[in-house]
């Protein structure tokens, strides 16, 4: 029997995405005109990410879950779990372009995610036209599309959008999001008033800075294979509830040793990985009260085999970094 699931958690690209179904009805959306533009390119260090991600087998059911269902996926978890590096992995996987990232903080506003306008390097370029009689000062050379509006676009399929650290926000930026979430798109009304003046079509610049802009109609933006979002939190905060009702929640536990030393298998020197056994113990002993990451671990195995091999104290300096590390930013 066909596995009903799209994601595999294989890290190999493969066409899986064209066997999705078609969505619930009041899941269903129809922008358009399709957009054919050829997505960026991706970075090596992103493929290099995606294509080294492990994770539990629970989280692909989920993952999977929220691809069906065209729901976004609120991915919680300690920093350092893989949180974003899912994002990536999915993106990778299904051949859906590189992610499309909007990092969140306590300033961010839904608008920041949608789109920008530069109104003063409009006014300023008007006023020049008129001294020089050139009337150039088309509106779209003064909107780009942010994260979440270049992932409303109009796509066959989906684009996959990473909210980062959804918990640090302003306390109204999750209930700002319901809309979109829900409609599957979002006006601009500078481009609304231009329509208004018989300008319907307007070229505009997207997030993916390397690739030519995309036509918006008639001021608004819909999408027609609903984006691949993902949010994670560290859990600093919680939720409104009507925000949580449209999202598939999915927590990532830490690792347990196993898959620790799959993690390490995958990413380091085979001949490092040969000697992590006890490292791996002393990171699972001391991962808890000094609230260590897994990149700590990859970290300290890293640097101590290396030190080892000139003569350094490993135990030692294993046991420094595991004290004098951050954890990072997941």
């Known amino acids: 029997m066909t596995d009903w699931r799209i994601f595999l958690g294989t890290n190999a690209p493969h066409d899986g995405i064209t066997r999705l179904p078609p969505p619930q009805s009041w899941r269903a959306f129809d922008g358009g005109p399709p957009i054919t533009a050829e997505l960026p390119a991706w970075s090596p260090v992103d493929i290099v990410r995606a294509s080294l991600y492990q994770a539990d087998p629970q989280v692909f059911d989920l993952v999977n879950a929220a691809l069906y269902l065209r729901r976004p996926l609120l991915v919680t978890g300690k920093p350092g779990v893989g949180k974003s590096t899912l994002a990536l992995a999915v993106a990778h996987e299904l051949g859906l372009g590189p992610v499309l990232r909007w990092p969140v903080t306590s300033r961010t506003t839904l608008k920041d995610g949608l789109y920008t306008y530069d109104a003063i390097r409009r006014l300023h370029d008007v006023s020049t036209a008129k001294e020089q009689d050139d009337a150039e000062t088309d509106i779209g050379r003064y ?82 294979a609903f984006p691949f979002v993902v949010l994670t939190s560290n859990q600093e905060r919680e939720f409104p509830p009507a925000f949580l009702r449209r999202c598939v929640p999915l927590q990532i536990l830490p690792p347990d040793h196993d898959e620790l030393m799959r993690i390490v298998e995958a990413r380091l020197d085979p001949e490092i990985s040969t000697e992590a056994a006890v490292l791996v113990t002393e990171f699972l002993r001391r991962r808890d009260a000094d609230d260590l990451a897994t990149d700590h671990l990859l970290n300290a195995l890293y640097l101590t085999f290396h030190a080892a091999r000139g003569g350094g104290d490993r135990e030692q300096l294993a046991h420094q970094l595991f004290g004098h590390l951050s954890p990072p930013a997941t």
């Open 143 to 224: 909107i780009t599309l942010g994260p979440l509006g270049t992932a409303l676009l109009p796509r066959e399929q989906p684009r996959v959008l990473l909210i980062d650290e959804i918990d640090k926000s302003d306390i109204d930026l999750p209930n700002d999001l319901l809309n979109a979430f829900e409609e599957g798109e979002f006006t601009i009304p500078e481009l609304e008033r231009a329509a208004r003046g018989e300008q319907t079509e307007v070229s505009v610049s997207t997030a993916d800075r390397d690739v030519d802009g995309v036509v918006v109609q008639g001021g608004r933006v819909r999408c027609r």
